[in-house]
């Protein structure tokens, strides 16, 4: 996954390994293409009331980003 550096400082490297083990690249949240054949999927992390969700897109549809 491609990581940037807000997000890598705010979640850590264990939360991070979890979050390897647990995110399938299968399709982009934001255009619904296939991840597979892109290289690496960029992480998205949302954050909004004291939650946050993890998503996974291309590079091109959301670059990675701690959003929130």
Do not use: K, Y
Request: hydrophobic share 35%.
């Amino acid at each position: 996954m491609r990581i940037d550096s807000v997000t890598r400082g705010r979640l850590g490297p264990r939360v991070l390994a979890d979050l390897e083990a647990n995110l399938w690249p299968v399709d982009c949240q934001m255009c619904g293409r296939s991840l597979g054949r892109w290289g690496r999927p960029a992480l998205e992390v949302r954050e909004e009331d004291g939650f946050a969700t993890a998503s996974l897109h291309h590079q091109r549809c959301r670059p990675p980003a701690w959003a929130g």
